[in-house]
C-alpha cells in the first residue's frame, strides 16, 4: 500500500475512536447537561433554626426553588407560599426539571434540630425561591440570592431569613 492509503485508512478509524470517547463522555455525564450547572464553587449553606412553636406547633413544609431563567423566576415569585404548595404538582408539569428549576424539599417538626442544608452552588442559578407552609396568613416566602449562606428562623406564625456568607 501507498503512504496515501494508510492514511486515509487511519483517517477514519480516529475519527470513529473520538466519536465514541465523546460518545462515552457525555452518556457519563448524563448529556454534560445537568453537571455543567454545579461546576465552579461550593454548595450554599442554610441554617434552620426550628423554634419549639414554628408553625403554631405543627410541621413546616420548607421548599427551595432554584430557577435558572427569568420567565420561571417571574412565574415563581408571584406565588404566596399557600399557593406554591397548591400548585406545585401543575408547576413541575409546565416547567423541565434542571433547564428551568430544581426544587429541594424538606419538612421539619417544631423544636427538632436540623442539620444545615447545602444547596448545590450554580453559576447559572438566578434566585432562590423559599417558601414555608405556615398555618397563619402571610406571604410565607422570600427571595434569596443562591450564592450566599443564610439562617432561616421558623417561629410561630412566620420565619425570617439572614444572610449569613457571601
Not at 76 to 99: C, G, M, S, V, Y
Not at 120 to 143: F, I, K, Q
Amino acid at each position: 500500500m501507498s503512504g496515501r492509503s494508510r492514511a486515509g485508512l487511519r483517517w477514519p478509524a480516529a475519527a470513529v475512536a473520538l466519536a465514541l470517547c465523546a460518545s462515552l463522555l457525555m452518556a457519563a455525564c448524563g448529556g454534560g447537561y445537568r453537571y455543567v450547572r454545579s461546576l465552579g464553587g461550593r454548595p450554599v449553606r442554610i441554617s434552620v433554626v426550628n423554634e419549639e412553636s414554628a408553625n403554631l406547633n405543627n410541621p413546616v413544609a420548607l421548599d427551595f426553588l432554584l430557577v435558572f431563567n427569568e420567565k420561571t423566576e417571574g412565574e415563581a415569585a408571584k406565588l404566596t407560599a399557600r399557593q406554591w404548595f397548591e400548585k406545585k404538582a401543575q408547576f413541575k408539569r409546565d416547567h423541565i426539571l434542571n433547564q428551568d428549576y430544581v426544587l429541594f424539599e424538606y419538612e421539619f417538626v417544631p423544636g427538632d434540630p436540623v442539620p444545615v442544608i447545602e444547596i448545590p452552588y450554580t453559576v447559572s442559578g438566578r434566585s432562590l425561591l423559599v417558601y414555608a407552609d405556615y398555618y397563619t396568613p402571610g406571604e410565607h416566602r422570600v427571595r434569596m440570592d443562591p450564592r450566599k449562606d443564610a439562617t432561616i428562623t421558623l417561629k410561630e406564625r412566620g420565619f425570617t431569613l439572614a444572610v449569613t456568607g457571601e
